[in-house]
């Protein structure tokens, strides 16, 4: 059993900057894919940014490409989203997830664990 622990949300204005964390339990989280999704109010759940085992695969929607930045440090079993330029259309919660099989793709399929998740509130 994994366990996730998001932390780092909040409330902000546009144009500013949020850093997300994600800790797990265990020792395998290296061998992990990992996966940011978030969800609006009424919305589906919707794709983030996931990387892979070793972080040599990163991918974003296109929403947040070239604001958002996924990043791990497996020593410390965390993965982290660094959230840029933010605007009042990425208010939602987000979730942070496990991908077992290491891909870290971008289908809420593929991942096995899924954190409570953090509330994200930009203020235009």
């Known amino acids: 059993q994994v366990q996730l622990a998001e932390s780092g949300g909040g409330l902000v204005q546009a144009g500013d900057s949020l850093r997300l964390s994600c800790a797990a339990s265990?020792?395998?989280?290296?061998?992990?894919?990992m996966g940011w999704f978030r969800q609006a109010p009424a919305k589906e759940r919707e794709f983030v940014s996931g990387?892979?085992?070793?972080?040599?695969?990163?991918q974003y929607a296109d929403s947040v490409k070239g604001r958002f930045t996924l990043f791990r440090d497996n020593a410390k079993n965390t993965v982290y989203l660094q959230m840029n330029t933010l605007a009042p259309e990425d208010t939602a919660v987000y979730y942070c997830?496990?991908?077992?099989?290491?891909?870290?793709?971008?289908?809420?399929?593929?991942?096995?664990?899924w954190g409570q998740g953090t509330q994200v509130t930009v203020s235009s």
């Open positions: 997830a496990a991908d077992t099989l290491g891909a870290g793709s971008r289908f809420v399929r593929s991942y096995n664990y």
């Open positions: 990387i892979s085992w070793n972080g040599a695969i990163t």
């Open positions: 265990g020792r395998a989280f290296s061998t992990y894919g």
